[in-house]
């Protein structure tokens, strides 16, 4: 919490950078929070520039002093896409909602690729910016904020090469792709709920570093990212709204492709299990963000 106080005003002649007599100044006190405070909106607002420096460090970290550079955003989706393609397109013959698999399974891998790799990087930043944590004051919540939206830049990249592989398969891109962005949002927001939980918890057990790859590996498979939500069995469908990612992944491919189903009223289940991992995710930051420099 930062607290500016006016002071006693300084007199004149005691040092050639005082103030004029009688000329009060004013003293900034950072005090820690106590108990759960509300997030300071205005403070993170105030702290935007050093946001976009934090993120666009976290885009060249990624890629410096790798032979490939930021073509790496484009060889991960298309490895994977080649992988799944084999096994479960070629070999179980897993359905694809009409598409071709190479395809539908590209698009499906796309938004989870960002999410993953979100909250993997956001998920343990405050561990890896310890020193700018223990030495500066600024809103922690920009560390994994920061993590999250630095990829974006990659989702950005793999979205051209989608649309180029519609190009590629006959399947010339339609109008939905210029709501590819409202999907992508949802993904953001569902990557930040998920981080500051993680974030948050890894400076205290750092088991979570541990945990989390093998939390997304299960979540991959949870979600309908390398078969179509269609084959899920009835009864089990609505618990697909549980999982925000089913209908971030089936939404984007049913914007950008035309194809598969609409998002239905598992959607709003989503969006509110998101909005209550996020709220409770960011009191949860706020509360314990005091101790972090002591426990970092």
Do not use: C, H
Not at 10 to 24: I, M, W
Not at 221 to 231: D, E, M, N, Q
């Amino acid at each position: 919490m930062i607290e500016t106080r006016p002071t006693a005003p300084v007199p004149a002649g005691a040092d050639p950078a005082a103030p004029a007599r009688g000329q009060a100044i004013e003293t900034t006190v950072i005090q820690p929070s106590s108990g759960w405070q509300p997030l300071d909106l205005a403070e993170l607002w105030r702290y935007r520039e050093l946001l976009y420096y934090l993120a666009w460090r976290d885009v060249k970290v990624r890629y410096k002093q790798t032979a490939l550079g930021a073509a790496w955003a484009i060889l991960q989706p298309l490895l994977a896409m080649a992988v799944f393609t084999l096994f479960f397109g070629r070999l179980v013959n897993v359905p694809s909602d009409g598409l071709p698999y190479p395809l539908f399974a590209f698009a499906g891998l796309l938004p989870w690729t960002y999410f993953a790799n979100a909250v993997a990087s956001a998920g343990s930043s405050l561990v890896t910016n310890t020193n700018l944590i223990s030495k500066v004051y600024f809103p922690r919540l920009l560390v994994p904020l920061s993590g999250v939206l630095s990829g974006l830049v990659d989702f950005a990249i793999g979205l051209g090469v989608l649309i180029l592989l519609l190009f590629v398969f006959g399947l010339p891109p339609g109008v939905g792709v210029l709501l590819a962005p409202i999907p992508a949002l949802f993904a953001v927001a569902t990557a930040l709920a998920v981080s500051v939980w993680l974030a948050a918890l890894d400076v205290q057990y750092r088991d979570v570093r541990y945990a989390t790859p093998f939390l997304l590996q299960v979540w991959l498979f949870a979600t309908p990212v390398v078969y179509p939500a269609s084959i899920v069995p009835e009864p089990y469908r609505p618990l697909l709204g549980l999982n925000p990612m089913a209908g971030v992944v089936e939404g984007f491919r049913w914007l950008v492709l035309s194809r598969g189903s609409a998002p239905g009223p598992e959607l709003f289940v989503s969006a509110l299990t998101v909005l209550v991992l996020l709220v409770s995710g960011l009191y949860y930051f706020r509360r314990v963000e005091r101790r972090f420099a002591d426990i970092i």
